[in-house]
């Protein structure tokens, strides 16, 4: 198998020297039960990590030739007794051929990689399972939210972080110690009851994205259907144009830049519905809505929906040109100035557009920078008021220039009743409706009156709450009393 950067460690000599106790563990014997591809993996990065590396196989003469040549791969029984740690990488359903290792297995380390294919798919965790098999044994949970790919890539292109369960702080801090030395981030998930959580993870597809992703598709069919209407079925039927081709690319064009808009506002209309309920009960420490509550957790991906939108719709907006149908229209007009000898020249037209453009440019940089900003190895680098500075007050800058932008494309036609189709309004209209409230919310509390207020109470202070103090007799003596703090 060829090494490559897979060949390079990913702890150095420097690192072992700051912290000298990983340095015994990564002499350790270490052993694996399995020759399938994780197992592989597995035992090509333990070998390039300074580990000793005993593979068991119920072939290990067809299997010797796929492990790294450092590794020695022997019969299961033989491997078991070499070593008191080791990865059992097989299937659940093959646990059972490993319980003639019962004896051998006795007071060791068994470290459980194996995920189910559904989520709860057993009554049990595998890792819990295992352990009824073998109760002599220690069982630990670890390892299996990476994949054979991050473990041969290393966590430089993977994910960093093992997370372990065990019942057994001693086992648990020895495979934390292997993890560590591999590169990867351990993390302590308590006992091996977490377990079956820890199976689910990998199972999971995109469970932060699901409210919304759905929510830009509701946006997108909303907008998309209300543009049709305006833009294809209105011409259809009041003057029998058929504009029908319109659909694929110039409706589309129309709809993005209105959910983009919309939900930049939805990343920070949460924040303002927080802010007016700790306002209206004078306290942090009352808890939001479930809603609310899971709105507050989901801005990040809406945010980054919102800048997918929008770099769609700048995309879309380039190829517009290029359509057949644009050059059509083009020419047409071209003939029909000359016919008529007329100057196509709009002063006002051009400044608008001039503005129009520019806005959008600067909307969709702004969006560009939060969104990778939100990166977590961007957002790493940057402290609590850097990241705060860039996702808060750029990003509410963005908004205000998407809302410049939205309005100079409207400009005065907002009032021509021409643009009332249906007697439907323009669909840039609609879209100002939530951004705006956001905005003049936004205002409101920077007014110093209320952002004072709001910031003691971000501070711990409640709307209530007696504070005892003392007073100066006239005697001399101090006499106690209380005060609301909300006088």
Known sequence: MPGGDMAKPLLGRRNMESNPDLAPAAGR?????GSGDFARSLA????????????GSRNPKRCAGLFPSAAEVTAQADAAKKTDVIFVAVFREHYSTLCDLTDVLAGKILVDVSNNTEINHHKESNAKYLASLFP???????FNVLSAWTLQSGPRDGNKQVLICCDNQEAKRIVAEIAQVMGFTPVDMGSLSSACEIENIPLRLLPAWKIPVFLALGLFLCFYTYNFIRQVLHPYIREQKNKFYKIPVEVVNSTLPC??????SLVYLPGVLAASFQLHYGTKYRRFPDWLDQW???????????????????????????????????INA???QVMEKTDAWIEEEVWRMEIYVSFGIMALGLLSLLAITSLPSIANSLNWREFSFIQSTLGFIALVVSTLHTLTFGWTRAFDENQYKFYLPPS??????????????KIFFHLP????????IRNGWEKGRYVKFTLPSATGEYSSGESSSNV
């Open 44 to 55: 090509t990065r333990l070998v390039y990590s300074g580990f000793q590396v005993v593979v």
């Open 259 to 264: 959910v983009a808009y919309v939900m930049l």
């Open 334 to 336: 071209a003939v029909k």
């Open 136 to 142: 002599a044994c220690t069982v630990v949970k670890g």
């Open 296 to 330: 507050l957790q989901h801005r990040k991906q809406i945010g980054l929906l919102s800048f997918f939108c929008a770099a769609l719709h700048a995309v879309y907006s380039l190829c517009l040109p290029m359509r057949r149908s644009h050059r059509y229209q083009l």
């Open 449 to 456: 009156c209320i952002h004072q207020r709001l910031r003691r």
């Open 29 to 33: 014997t270490v052993g694996i039960l």
């Open 428 to 441: 840039y209209t609609l879209t100002l409706l939530v951004p705006c409230t956001v905005i003049l919310a």
